[in-house]
């Protein structure tokens, strides 16, 4: 009897961990996509509707449960689509596998990856000449701009998800480069209040915790910046009982922090007090040598805005005798002033290193508002000049329509007095 040979399936481009690990993938994605009802709901329009056939679309996102639902609901779009990292920390090994087996979607990260691979992914990513890119911090963007010119003609469009990545943007209009038309996803309501806030301050302190296991109550917590992020983040941790200092640089984020009963001073004296330290700026040394130099022994310090550069991780290499990794995701720093610094995730963002980002419920908003910003580019293809695009807010408020529906809230509606009142000038006291 002769056996038919086995043939194995014809897997798509893909540099990934390790193939085996997609069952587990396969189930985690199936768990988070309980708590992502709205993009259920895209997904099942693009299958039907497929906006995006024909296109080649590159998401640089974290390769997460969450992104898996984005990835796989653009493909049921009909688009042809590559991921990569947007952190070479932030990779679920397990979702990255499943996406190639299981959906046939070109995934290229693996979580640990170096600069230099992570760098060149970017470009693996590029090779696919994008109509579309979706970027988390605009390294595919600048990457294109530097060095891709050529490719600029393929291009509908970019969206951008996080506040970073829309700063280097403005950026690029200011400097004249920005020639094509970007999504803001970011600044959409139903992204930056539930993602930014709520999902920050929850996933932030899930990975300190699940990197250190430290109890926070009666610890004294800085956090370092008071903008959405810092909002969730300092909210979350007076929640689990710790005393909050802030930080900030500018005067009426400050006043809010003091109003919402959060001591604010500088990060040179909360340097002295603080047992735990969060970044969430966006900006660069926000916690630097002299610090470091005040802190006490044993004090913690992490970053969840924005890369690996809000600490002064050279710094602190350079005033330190030794290094020793103590846990997972978790470095002691043996200064040379005889005390110890402890740093997490490698100062990149530790809610998506040390634990696994946001959770799926705010992702839905955050993913749905990706979706359509994309879709919108595609139906205005041609029609829009270069420049930064906000999400029209009709998008912004149906997202917020479909998740209330999916959570069984209802709400009120204007009557037609209360409509006529609003835009009357006449009816006074
Ligand atoms: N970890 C995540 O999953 C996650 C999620 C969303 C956004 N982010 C990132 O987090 C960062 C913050 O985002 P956001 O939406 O809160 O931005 P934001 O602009 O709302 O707030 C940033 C705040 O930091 C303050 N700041 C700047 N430099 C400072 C300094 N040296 N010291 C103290 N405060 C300083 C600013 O004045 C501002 O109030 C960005 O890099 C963003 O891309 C991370
Ligand atoms: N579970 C998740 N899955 C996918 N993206 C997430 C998840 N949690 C947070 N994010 C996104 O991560 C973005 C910040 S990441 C900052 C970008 C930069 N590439 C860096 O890694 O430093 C936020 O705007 C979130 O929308």
Redesign the pocket.
């Known amino acids: 009897m002769t056996v038919a040979p086995v043939s194995l399936p014809q897997l798509v481009k893909h540099e990934v961990k390790d193939l085996s690990l997609a069952p587990m993938g396969r189930q985690r994605i199936e768990w988070a996509g309980r708590e992502m009802p709205v993009l259920r709901q895209i997904r099942d329009r693009f299958a039907t509707e497929k906006p995006f056939a024909g296109l080649r679309l590159v998401a640089c996102?974290?390769v997460?449960?969450?992104?898996a639902h984005l990835a796989i609901a653009l493909k049921a779009g009909g688009a042809d689509a590559v991921l990569i990292a947007?952190?070479p920390l932030?990779t679920q090994d397990d979702v990255a596998a499943s996406l190639v087996v299981d959906e046939g979607i070109s995934v290229f990260a693996y979580k640990g990856e170096d600069t230099e691979t992570y760098l060149r992914h970017v470009n693996i990513a590029l090779d696919h000449k994008p109509n579309v890119i979706i970027d988390?911090?605009s390294?595919v963007t600048a990457t294109l701009i530097q060095q891709r010119q050529d490719q600029i003609a393929d291009l509908i469009g970019t969206t951008e998800?996080?506040?970073?990545?829309i700063v280097r943007l403005r950026a690029m209009l200011r400097d004249g480069v920005l020639t094509f038309p970007a999504m803001n996803v970011?600044d959409a309501q139903t992204?930056h209040f539930f993602?930014?806030r709520y999902?920050?301050g929850q996933?932030t302190l899930d990975g300190i915790i699940r990197a250190t296991n430290v109890l926070l109550a009666g610890k004294t917590v800085v956090v370092a910046g008071y903008g959405w992020c810092g909002k969730g983040t300092a909210m979350r941790a007076r929640g689990l009982g710790a005393n909050v200092i802030v930080t900030e640089v500018l005067p009426v984020p400050a006043i809010e922090a003091v109003m919402d009963g959060f001591r604010v001073m500088p990060m040179d004296e909360a340097a002295a007090l603080g047992d735990l330290f969060i970044t969430v700026t966006g900006n660069k040394h926000v916690i630097r040598g002299e610090h470091f130099a005040k802190m006490k022994d044993g004090a913690i310090v992490c970053n969840s805005?924005?890369?690996?550069l809000e600490i002064d991780l050279k710094a602190l290499k350079a005033q330190s005798s030794e290094v020793k990794t103590v846990r997972n995701f978790t470095e002691e720093y043996r200064l040379n002033n005889g005390k110890s610094v402890v740093v997490l995730g490698e100062g990149?963002?530790v809610?998506?290193a040390a634990a696994?980002?946001?959770?799926?419920a705010v992702?839905d908003m955050?993913f749905a508002n990706q979706a359509l910003a994309c879709e919108y580019l595609v139906k205005n293809k041609g029609q829009l000049e270069p420049g930064l695009y906000s999400i029209p807010d009709e998008v912004d408020q149906e997202i917020a329509r479909l998740k209330l529906a999916a959570m069984g809230i209802a709400i009120d509606s204007l009557t037609a007095e209360q409509i006529e009142y609003m835009n009357s000038w006449t009816e006074g006291t």
Do not use: A, Q, V, Y
């Not at 805005?305 to 690996?308: A, L, S, T, V």
């Open positions: 996102c974290h997460t449960t969450e992104t947007s952190n932030s988390d911090g390294d998800e996080t506040t970073t990545g970011n992204k993602d930014n999902g920050t996933s805005g924005h890369f690996d990149r963002l809610n998506l696994e980002g946001h959770p799926s992702m955050s």
